[in-house]
């Protein structure tokens, strides 16, 4: 089955203690992204990538690291976690065509709370 | 400035009815995609429509359609005939160059029967 799988689903952690959201895909896509969500300001960009070892900042990229190693993984990092990154966090991933990214799809979320 | 902006917070519609989700958007780019997402209370986000600037004709795709008004800047999205399970939230989104990908703030869609 084609997905986007995230891991892990739930986390509540301590602030400044180093923390890793796990992303992969099965699709062979080029093209993934990671999100975070939060209520009134609906989905942010925090990172994505067209290739591995190619990744570019989206909108609040500050707190977060990734890497592109392989191409069905895209991992979120946080080095030091504050509370204002909690969140629901969406990995998503997509075909480029053209050197353009269209439908994406989605992982089920992470909901991470930093205490 | 918001780059898109969905002025309806939430809306209610009768089943079987059309409805019409807003959505304006702040480019200066010429080639960009404008998509529609469906996130329901379970939480996944499901693909719904794409158009891109240089479409001519408006995207449809089922039961949806895509209004799509570019002197306007305006992308708005029609549910045709709703059904309870259209209850949802709505995003609107653009891809501008480069890749990077813009949500609006969402609409809360509620069907009643």
């Known amino acids: 089955e084609a997905q986007v799988t995230q891991n892990p689903r739930y986390l509540i952690t301590v602030t400044g203690k180093k923390l890793t959201v796990t992303c992969s895909q099965n699709?062979?896509?080029?093209?993934m992204s990671w999100y975070r969500q939060d209520p009134g300001l609906g989905l942010r960009q925090i990172y994505y990538?067209?290739?591995?070892?190619?990744?570019d900042k989206g909108d609040v990229p500050e707190g977060y690291k990734v890497s592109r190693k392989e191409k069905r993984n895209f991992p979120l990092i946080l080095e030091s976690p504050s509370p204002n990154q909690t969140s629901l966090y969406f990995c998503a991933s997509s075909l480029l065509a053209g050197g353009y990214s269209y439908e994406q799809y989605f992982g089920p979320g992470t909901r991470l709370t930093v205490t | 400035a918001q780059k898109i902006t969905q002025t309806q917070p939430g809306m209610f519609v009768q089943e079987k009815e059309a409805v019409t989700l807003d959505c304006t958007y702040d480019t200066s780019d010429q080639s960009y995609g404008l998509f529609w997402y469906k996130q329901p209370s379970s939480g996944e986000m499901i693909f719904l429509i794409y158009?891109?600037?240089?479409?001519?004709q408006n995207a449809t795709e089922g039961r949806y359609s895509l209004n799509f008004q570019k002197a306007r800047k305006s992308a708005n999205l029609v549910i045709s005939a709703s059904q309870l399970g259209d209850s949802a939230m709505y995003f609107c989104?653009?891809?501008?160059?480069?890749?990077?990908?813009?949500f609006g703030a969402g609409t809360i869609l509620r069907v009643k029967s």
């Open positions: 989104a653009m891809r501008e160059e480069g890749n990077k990908l813009v």
């Open positions: 158009q891109g600037s240089y479409d001519e």
């Open positions: 990538s067209m290739n591995v070892e190619v990744t």
């Open positions: 699709m062979n896509h080029e093209y």
